[in-house]
């Protein structure tokens, strides 16, 4: 009986333990993920204060090329109106990096999840594997305990009928004693 409860602790521990380890993995790699969203969020509002700049400085420009082309003054208009071009071509390609940024991001979170569902599959996979072991090696342990019980019960029963007859027979001794 004392074997059975030893077994049974033995087997809830392994599966408290198995259970505690998996929901430590859990919440580290949910740290992770929030940590990458963070860095993902900042670099998405880096580049968008950078297209609101560029395009300010575009502006700027196109108003300093209004003012040159007002005055009447020539090497103030060209000057200007190279700085508005550059200021232009600036902010285009700001605006093409942000689209392409929104573009890899939405990448990257398609990908994160095909990664995350591997994952869990895994996950899920190797946990239903630890459980077979489990149950297998916890099967296994009652069958070796149901056995040595099994023949504990009938060595018990042996000795029992051993004494039984050894009584038995020093009872008719005693008696075919006590008649002489």
Not at 23 to 36: F, G, L, R
Not at 53 to 78: H, P, S, Y
Not at 132 to 154: F, L, P, W
Request: proline letters at 0%; a negative charge.
């Amino acid at each position: 009986m004392k074997k059975i409860a030893l077994l049974a602790v033995v087997a809830g521990t392994l599966v408290m333990s198995s259970c505690n380890n998996s929901e430590k993995k859990a919440s580290s790699e949910v740290d992770s993920a929030q940590t990458v969203g963070e860095h993902v969020d900042a670099a998405i509002a880096d580049l968008k204060n950078a297209e609101e700049n560029a395009r300010l400085k575009a502006e700027q420009a196109k108003k300093d090329l209004d003012e040159a082309i007002a005055k009447g003054d020539k090497a103030a208009e060209e000057k200007a109106r190279a700085a508005s071009e550059e200021a232009n071509s600036a902010w285009e390609k700001t605006k093409d990096a942000l689209r392409n940024a929104g573009e890899d991001v939405k990448e990257g979170l398609k990908d994160a999840k095909d990664a995350t569902v591997d994952a869990t599959n895994t996950a899920v996979d190797k946990t239903k594997d630890a459980a077979k072991d489990v149950a297998d090696g916890t099967k296994k342990v009652a069958n070796d305990v149901a056995t040595g019980t099994k023949d504990a019960a009938r060595d018990v029963k042996d000795a029992s009928k051993k004494v039984g007859d050894d009584i038995s027979r020093k009872a008719k001794n005693v008696g075919e004693a006590l008649k002489n």
